[in-house]
């Protein structure tokens, strides 16, 4: 353990698994109290035994005005000021656009964009000067992958968000910035897809890849940290990690 972020809070949406859980473990790991959300009790649960006592967790839907109105609460009672939000919950799936429906269109979009978009502005009062607000975009975004189409859409959304978001929020010298990571193995394709599926999805990603291979969430993880800490005249920007994926 070391104290780079030695008195600094931060919260996390999307913070029990994946990126978001790697990104709270090297905040944490660092000095620094990190407030984690989630849709699931236990798995909040598991991530807060495994994080120790310098993480809080908050259940509740980031599509839930209510329930971000309560973490809010929680974050004011508990933290005070907020050094980092890092806007990470977002949910996956592909669907071909001959066959999407009204419910998954809504969902996707009611928690990737919705969710992220009020997540800030419920949070934002709690932002300290200068401040760094981190989104979670996708390669995907860039791409025009296919049976994607709504998912990526959503994360545009995102990219534009930390452009506009950080006009807004530049004046108290808060600074919104986007991660954009390509393939990360978190685990989550092997639960939104068959094995088959997601080996076959996993295999294509590979192929397409210049590293030729999957990202690990602490890799992106430390990226997330950057922006939300260190790149301190950087505003607006979507920083690629990506395996060179969209950019060779």
Do not use: C, W
């Given at each position: 353990?070391?104290?780079?972020?030695?008195?600094?809070?931060?919260?996390?949406?999307?913070?029990?698994?994946?990126?978001?859980?790697?990104?709270?473990?090297?905040?944490?790991?660092?000095?620094?109290?990190?407030?984690?959300?989630?849709?699931?009790?236990?798995?909040?649960?598991?991530?807060t035994q495994r994080l120790?006592?310098?993480?809080?967790?908050?259940?509740?839907?980031?599509?839930?005005?209510?329930?971000?109105?309560?973490?809010?609460?929680?974050?004011?009672?508990?933290?005070?000021?907020?050094?980092?939000?890092?806007v990470n919950a977002g949910i996956t799936g592909a669907m071909p656009f001959a066959s999407m429906t009204e419910e998954v269109y809504d969902e996707s979009f009611a928690v990737n964009v919705k969710?992220?978009?009020?997540?800030?502005?419920?949070?934002?009062?709690?932002?300290?000067?200068?401040?760094?607000?981190?989104?979670?975009?996708s390669a995907a975004n860039v791409m025009g992958m296919p049976e994607a189409s709504v998912y990526a859409a959503g994360k545009a959304a995102l990219r534009s968000f930390a452009r506009s978001?950080?006009?807004?929020?530049?004046?108290?010298?808060?600074?919104?910035?986007?991660?954009?990571?390509?393939?990360?193995?978190?685990?989550?394709?092997?639960?939104t897809m068959t094995k088959e599926a997601a080996d076959r999805f996993k295999a294509e990603r590979v192929a397409e890849n210049p590293m030729r291979r999957f990202g690990t969430p602490e890799e992106v993880a430390k990226a997330v940290a950057f922006l939300a800490f260190d790149a301190t005249y950087t505003a607006g920007a979507e920083l690629v990690v990506d395996g060179g994926t969209t950019q060779l």
């Open positions: 353990m070391n104290d780079t972020y030695s008195g600094k809070n931060a919260v996390i949406t999307g913070g029990s698994s994946g990126i978001g859980f790697a990104t709270a473990k090297l905040l944490v790991d660092a000095g620094a109290r990190v407030v984690i959300t989630g849709r699931s009790q236990t798995t909040l649960d598991a991530a120790g006592k310098n993480a809080l967790a908050v259940r509740g839907d980031v599509a839930s005005l209510p329930d971000l109105d309560a973490l809010a609460a929680h974050v004011r009672d508990h933290l005070g000021t907020v050094d980092a939000l890092f969710g992220a978009f009020f997540t800030v502005q419920k949070i934002a009062p709690l932002l300290s000067t200068g401040a760094g607000v981190v989104l979670t975009t978001l950080s006009r807004e929020l530049l004046p108290r010298g808060i600074r919104v910035n986007a991660i954009s990571p390509g393939p990360v193995d978190t685990g989550i394709l092997e639960n």
